[in-house]
């Protein structure tokens, strides 16, 4: 076997036919890779290369390769290339690369036979499947594990107790306990009508005391009242509130106000109006479905509002179906669900609105694979660490 | 257990993959930065021209590999030595881009094979300097964007990003590990 050229244990690599950006990837590459030390020669550096890995998808690429595959009969090269080159004599890496078939195919290199015999033949190598469909085995898994860089610069990582706490008992949830609520009624009911009609709008108590200022177009609110009274507002079953038309003078000079979009205060207000209750729209035996996720990092984060939409947003499930898989309290289920429907982002069957109706998963959609307890309880870890961040 | 799973972060060049890997990473990230030579000087000085690599350690057997990929269309070639072992894809996108619609539809189909298996879930960012699109227009745009893919989750989340916010970041790695699996949060 041809010994390998190598500079102190590195094995030397030379690229013809790519730009420094390229060449750049193949660095990174070669430095996330911690089996062997492969080197990618710069432009300039004379030294004599155990691999030279030409990218043929340029004018010359193939020429260059065969010329020097005659001048240089010895030198092991692999070809990159889009195409996969069935007749050619080099192997070939059919681009994109990957870990899993580039490093392969330099050892095999390095390893087997130093070039094609016969010029005339194909390559026997057996580089080919260049995107295989197949799974990685664990042995060669490691290969995408960077290199340690300097470990005693990198922070001990926070201690992640394994899950050893006991799953959340699941709530009870007896149809009997459930009080509903009409959302259209109240100062949620004067919000959704404002973003029905699109229309400005100033929400002013019994005293002419102006609470809200609308502008649904700017999809802007600005409030003029603190949230407690804000909230208790929401709660109330019949706030006298009046909305009318905004005017110039609304709002005083030097009054102090507060500025907020119009979803934010929607979401906010559906949930304080809900206070546990659940939409009197819903049924806790019918399915419910998200027809897309809330913004939730420009919303108020309600209690496992981001589990609550992964769920929901995945499979219609009705509100019981969705407390029993996900042992969430069902006040926070409920306060969920309205805040959504306060955004116009769920799906139920109701005959008043038959546009609304829940639709059926897409055919063209993959199954949820069956996720593995030990999975599972890597995935709980891993969410715990990033929370604790 | 040897755990080696990666959390790949992709989108346009300048949309913020490299901070937010930052935001999250145990280590110093390592990037491959080159002076940006091309349209790229437009809107960066310095670009990501190979990956970047960040890890997040949960004990001294099990590491998160962060990558985040370079955002020139033209190094889509080197993509897929990414995607081996992926937890999901985290697609951030420029708001002041001039064509986002585009760079959704680019980044999903570069990735067309990787989301079939795991999640994707999409940060817009850049939404205080130019608010149109709105959320809700990226959610219009995808289903022509996503007609042809199959996607383990039709419904990814789409947020309002901004990659130097740490909960920003935080909240799009967590909805991607409930897009996994919703029940996973139970003991939190």
């Known amino acids: ?389 | 257990m040897r755990e080696d799973n990666k959390i790949i972060f992709t989108g346009p060049v300048g949309v913020g993959k490299t901070t937010a890997i930052a935001a999250l990473s145990d280590i110093p990230i390592i990037s491959t930065d080159a002076q940006a030579s091309d349209m790229t000087l437009n809107r960066k000085g310095h670009t990501t021209v190979a990956m970047d690599y960040g890890v997040l350690k949960l004990d001294e057997g099990t590491k998160i590999h962060l990558y985040g990929t370079p955002g020139q269309e033209r190094f889509d070639f080197m993509w897929d030595i990414l995607t081996t072992g992926g937890l999901g894809l985290i697609l951030m996108l420029d708001n002041t881009r001039p064509n986002p619609k585009k760079d959704l539809h680019f980044f999903l189909h570069a990735f067309k094979d990787f989301i079939v298996d795991v999640p994707v879930v999409i940060g817009v960012s850049k939404t205080d300097i130019q608010t149109q699109p709105q959320i809700a227009d990226y959610v219009d745009m995808l289903p022509e964007a996503t007609a042809d893919l199959r996607m383990l989750n039709p419904i990814p989340p789409i947020f309002e990003v901004d990659g130097r916010n740490k909960d920003d970041v935080k909240n799009l790695v967590m909805a991607l590990l409930y897009s996994i699996d919703p029940g996973i949060g139970d003991q939190l």
Do not use: C
């Open chain 1, 1 to 389: 076997m041809t010994t390998n050229p190598s500079n102190g244990g590195s094995i030397l690599v030379r690229s013809i036919g790519m730009d420094a950006r390229k060449e750049a990837v193949f660095r990174m590459a070669f430095k996330m890779f911690t089996r062997r030390h492969y080197q990618l020669l710069d432009a300039g550096d004379a030294q004599t290369p155990a691999v030279i890995i030409i990218d043929v998808d340029g004018r010359d690429g193939m020429t260059i390769a065969r010329r020097l595959h005659e001048e240089q009969p010895e030198q092991r090269i692999l070809l990159t290339s889009v195409s996969a080159h069935p007749d050619s004599i080099f192997p070939v890496l059919q681009k994109p690369i990957r870990m899993e078939t580039l490093f392969p195919a330099l050892e095999l290199l390095l390893n087997g036979s130093p070039a094609p015999a016969k010029s005339a033949e194909r390559s026997s190598a057996t580089v080919m499947p260049i995107r295989p469909d197949v799974a990685i085995s664990s042995p060669f898994a490691s290969v995408a594990a960077p290199p340690a860089t300097n470990p005693a610069s990198a922070p001990a990582p926070k201690p992640v107790a394994p899950p050893a706490v006991a799953p959340r008992p699941t709530p009870l949830l007896r149809p009997e306990d459930v009080r509903h609520f009409n959302p259209q009624a109240g100062l949620l009911g004067l919000l959704q009508i404002v973003r029905r009609d699109q229309s400005p709008a100033i929400i002013v108590d019994d005293r002419q005391q102006v609470i809200l200022r609308l502008d649904p177009v700017a999809d802007q609110a600005i409030l003029l009242t603190d949230d407690a009274t804000l909230k208790s507002l929401a709660q109330e079953e019949h706030p006298r509130l009046q909305m009318r038309a905004p005017a110039d003078t609304d709002i005083p000079a030097h009054a102090s106000v507060r500025h907020l979009t119009l979803p934010s205060l929607l979401w906010q207000v559906g949930a304080w109006t809900a206070d546990g209750r659940l939409i009197q729209q819903l049924q806790i035996n019918a399915p419910v479905q998200l027809k897309q996720w809330p913004n939730l990092t420009r919303l108020t984060m309600l209690p496992d509002a981001l589990r609550l939409a992964a769920f929901l947003a995945r499979s219609p499930a009705s509100p019981a179906l969705t407390v029993k898989m996900l042992r969430v309290a069902p006040s926070d289920l409920f306060n969920f669900l309205a805040a959504a429907d306060s955004l116009g982002l769920l799906r139920y069957n109701t005959a008043e609105n038959p546009d609304n109706r829940i639709q059926p998963a897409s055919a063209n959609a993959p199954e949820a694979a069956e996720i593995p307890a030990a999975k599972r309880s890597f995935l709980g870890r891993l969410l715990a660490r990033i929370a604790g961040l």
